[in-house]
């Protein structure tokens, strides 16, 4: 089982320059969640997705784009790279029934550093 | 807003035992979890409390006390592979159906020999 897969692992941008990363769950979960990850501030919430079709903003949105392509699917846009989105980017799916723990399943994590 | 606190770093030596503390301020309570994070690696799940008591999961427990508004990650018999960054995460108010956690900084856990 592949689980959430991120692509690319590692980029470098240039100041301007546009990108998207790409997060695939197979998993049937329909929450999806778009996570950066500073040294020394944990993760922080950028954009989630309830469901196919919906998302809506977290704690950090600000100079980031998102698309709930399908239920498999998120993908999150920088349409402008700052040195600030310099991050570690995690996307994470989460399932329903069970426990209902809430658990969130990471991708392995995406690395961008914009020059 | 939610807010979690918990130490930057904390040390032991192997076949120790230590505990690394949560306290969180939250307007709506659900449940608090933990994840486990090796260096360049995903956050993994470890555990998740909803209600007060102590969850054991082999070597690994954690606590919760509603009342207290904290919890802890309770690491038994450590092993070198156990230095990593523990989260707690708390499963806050549901807006609209959705499940929104927040994560806590992180604890950098250093195993020495």
């Known amino acids: 089982n592949a689980g959430v897969t991120q692509t690319p692992k590692f980029q470098v941008l240039k100041t301007g320059q546009s990108m998207t990363l790409q997060c695939a769950q197979d998993?049937?979960?329909?929450?999806m969640y778009w996570y950066r990850q500073d040294p020394g501030m944990g993760l922080r919430l950028i954009y989630y997705?309830?469901?196919?079709?919906?998302?809506d903003k977290g704690e950090v949105p600000n100079g980031y784009n998102v698309s709930r392509l399908n239920k498999r699917e998120f993908s999150l846009r920088l349409e402008s790279a700052a040195p600030s989105q310099t991050s570690v980017y995690f996307c994470?799916?989460?399932?329903?029934?069970?426990?209902?723990?809430?658990?969130?399943?990471f991708g392995e994590g995406s690395r961008l550093t914009v020059l | 807003g939610q807010s979690l606190e918990q130490p930057s770093e904390v040390t032991a030596v192997e076949g120790a035992i230590v505990q690394i503390n949560c306290t969180y301020q939250?307007?709506?309570?659900?449940?608090l979890s933990w994840y486990q994070q090796h260096d360049g690696g995903a956050p993994t799940f470890l555990s998740y409390?909803?209600?007060?008591g102590l969850e054991e999961t082999g070597r690994f427990s954690s606590f919760l006390s509603r009342s207290d508004s904290y919890g802890y990650l309770l690491l038994q018999e450590l092993q070198m592979k156990d230095s990593a960054s523990y989260f707690c995460?708390?499963?806050?108010?549901?807006?609209?159906?959705?499940?929104?956690?927040?994560f806590g900084r992180g604890t950098s856990l250093i195993v020495h020999p």
């Open positions: 998993m049937n979960h329909n929450s």
């Open positions: 994470a799916s989460r399932g329903e029934g069970g426990r209902n723990t809430g658990e969130l399943f």
């Open positions: 997705s309830a469901s196919e079709g919906t998302t």
């Open positions: 939250t307007s709506g309570f659900y449940g």
């Open positions: 995460a708390v499963r806050d108010a549901v807006t609209g159906g959705s499940y929104i956690p927040t």
């Open positions: 409390n909803a209600l007060d």
